[in-house]
């Protein structure tokens, strides 16, 4: 039990938002300043502190050297234009077009001498191959359902994501020029032609969301990220096993789901948002009825009972569909204007066993934001808007990235009426337990003593 010291200060959200008023995460900010960018080779292997709940990233092949990399990417670059010297043309084909040019690649790939250490004849002919008849890299990384994030730098080298940690792929594009025919290459593989765009965003059939910066737009080179949700959705028991959230915070979780409370999950890009619903949604019953509004197939993949929605562009349509469906829970993956209006209409109405997510650094303006967005164009303003959140009380998670590079829940709170505000009734909050040499965060939610209102 923490001493009245520690105990959170009370927070009340005046009347009159002020939407330019920073968040105040406290625990957050410490985590971030004590700690370092983490290098996914250097992730240790000894066990954290008993006290502490560990991060437990995927571990990734340990990093080349600067020189290493440059090293590897000239020779792939060799062997692309010897095999082309020998007649292997740029082509995209299926195994028999791969199956033909083989011997010249490897022909190629076998006339370098002396390779260095970890090279083989056999890799550069693979690379070479996939940069040749294919889409590169993306050819082999896309088909790993464990990889979650797919990134080019401007450089040719591809880095990869798993569970939230980016690190090394051992992959390259040989020069930046076949980089920018890699992306154009997977993009009509899935129907998407970028027609000399500088910059692209597109959803690939997958679900995956690909953006691309191109010449002139990108300086040094083209830059692409692909983003997309696991194979197998994670479960409250990984999230907490691998430490994006404490065990002692299930009991509450898990209680909140089952009593139908609205719950928001608040955070910014790329803090595990989604993640976190994807599990929730796992732990719901089989027999509720859902409706899910989103982009991308992301959380429609955890519940393929679900009706889902897509929300491109206006998604007045298809958050009014999901309404009209009277669902038992109706789930939002993220926050436009249709899905603020939507969300502020149901809390007000007393709707319960709603999920939905809300891009912003933190609860009070998660909050905020919900009030501003779902009151354009209403009879209700803001400033009584903001207060009639707070009337149904929801459960409030807040996710961050910290600076060891791992999503974490940070706090858990519960908004509750305060006169002629809001209170944001801090249930647990994230303590720091250290950092070790190697920039790893060792953390854990702890209970503030204050009890929720379900």
Same mark, same amino acid.
């Given at each position: ?14 009347? &009159? ?10 625990? &957050? ?14 992730? @240790?292997?000894?066990?954290?502190? !008993?006290?502490?709940?560990? &991060? ?8 080349? !050297? ?11 670059? =060799? ?27 490897? =022909? ?26 294919? *889409? ?17 730098? !401007? ?21 930046? /020029? ?61 999230? $907490? ?44 019953? *089989? ?23 897509? *929300?491109?562009?206006?998604?007045? /349509?298809?958050?009014? $569909? #999901?309404?009209?469906?009277? @669902? ?11 899905? #603020?209006? /939507? ?5 007000? %109405? ?9 891009? $912003?650094?933190? #609860?009070? $303006? ?8 779902? %009151?354009?164009?209403?009879?209700? !303003?803001?400033? =009584? ?31 509750? @009426? ?10 647990? %909050? ?13 953390? =854990?939610? &702890?209970? %503030? ?6």
């Amino acid at each position: 039990m923490p001493t009245p010291a520690e105990m959170p200060q009370r927070e009340v959200i005046p009347m &009159v938002p002020n939407l330019d008023e920073p968040t105040r995460q406290p625990d &957050v900010a410490a985590a971030v300043a004590m700690s370092r960018p983490l290098e996914p080779a250097s992730i @240790p292997s000894g066990a954290p502190p !008993s006290h502490a709940v560990a &991060v437990a990233p995927v571990r990734a092949a340990s990093r080349p !050297s600067g020189h290493a990399v440059d090293e590897y990417q000239e020779l792939l670059a =060799q062997v692309v234009r010897g095999a082309r010297s020998r007649g292997a043309e740029s082509a995209v084909g299926d195994e028999v077009a791969r199956a033909r040019l083989r011997p010249t690649v490897e =022909q190629a790939a076998r006339s370098l001498p002396n390779l260095p250490n970890g090279v083989t004849p056999e890799r550069l002919t693979r690379d070479a191959l996939a940069e040749i008849a294919g *889409a590169g890299p993306f050819d082999t990384l896309i088909e790993d359902g464990e990889i979650t994030a797919i990134i080019v730098e !401007s450089t040719g080298i591809v880095s990869v994501g798993r569970s939230g940690v980016v690190g090394p792929s051992g992959y390259c594009f040989s020069s930046s /020029a076949a980089a920018v025919e890699g992306i154009d290459r997977l993009l009509r593989s899935h129907g998407v032609d970028r027609g000399g765009r500088p910059a692209i965003e597109a959803i690939l059939r997958d679900g995956a969301r690909l953006v691309a910066v191109f010449p002139p737009v990108a300086i040094n080179g083209p830059v692409a990220s692909v983003e997309r949700a696991p194979a197998r959705a994670p479960t409250l028991n990984d999230l $907490a096993a691998r430490g994006a959230l404490s065990s002692n915070t299930l009991p509450l979780i898990h209680h909140a789901l089952q009593s139908r409370r609205n719950v928001l999950v608040v955070g910014g890009a790329g803090s595990g948002r989604t993640t976190l619903l994807s599990a929730f949604l796992s732990a719901l019953p *089989a027999t509720d009825r859902i409706a899910i509004v989103e982009t991308r197939d992301e959380l429609a993949r955890v519940r393929r009972d679900a009706a889902v929605l897509h *929300a491109e562009g206006d998604s007045t /349509a298809a958050v009014d $569909a #999901a309404v009209r469906m009277r @669902p038992h829970r109706l789930v939002f993956g993220e926050t436009t204007p249709a899905t #603020a209006r /939507a969300v502020l209409h149901h809390f007000v %109405t007393g709707a319960e066993g709603i999920l939905a997510a809300v891009d $912003a650094p933190g #609860a009070h $303006a998660g909050l905020l934001r919900l009030a501003g967005e779902g %009151t354009e164009g209403s009879w209700l !303003s803001a400033t =009584q808007a903001i207060v009639r959140l707070a009337a149904s009380r929801p459960l409030i998670l807040e996710t961050s990235r910290l600076g060891d590079g791992t999503c974490r829940v940070v706090g858990i709170s519960e908004a509750r @009426p305060a006169g002629d505000g809001v209170h944001l009734e801090a249930l647990f %909050t994230l303590r720091i337990d250290g950092v070790d040499g190697q920039g790893c965060v060792a953390a =854990q939610l &702890v209970p %503030t003593g204050a009890a929720p209102s379900f």
